[in-house]
């Protein structure tokens, strides 16, 4: 593969473009058990979240690594924010007629 260079620019590696930068951490969101009442840091990949058409109908999920409980919390219109904001995967629930 060749890369094509304006006159009197130098070339860049990739080594260079990226050196300085830093690893980012991943996002992890703090819960807690209502059954075992262990508190815990999860990934997004270990949150759902399902946004409905009114607040009673919007909620996020996950099960407790510490007793396996299903867990499923109300989420506001904050917490869906800091939520998707963090990767967390969104199902949208269709209203019901």
């Known amino acids: 593969m060749s890369e094509s260079v304006a006159p009197g620019v130098r070339g860049m590696t ?3 473009a990226f050196a300085g930068m830093t690893s980012v951490s991943p996002v ?3 819960a807690g058990c ?3 009442r262990e508190r815990f840091e999860l990934t997004a990949a ?5 946004i409905g058409a009114t607040s009673r109908t919007t909620f996020y999920s996950f099960t407790c690594p510490e007793c396996g409980a299903s867990v ?3 989420a ?3 917490i ?5 904001g963090g990767g967390v ?3 949208r629930l269709a209203p019901t007629p």
């Open 46 to 50: 270990a949150l759902r979240l399902a």
């Open 72 to 74: 499923r919390k109300p």
């Open 28 to 30: 992890v969101f703090k």
């Open 14 to 16: 990739v080594e260079s």
């Open 34 to 36: 209502p059954d075992c």
């Open 89 to 91: 995967r969104t199902l």
């Open 76 to 78: 506001g219109e904050r």
């Open 80 to 84: 869906v924010e800091l939520l998707t």
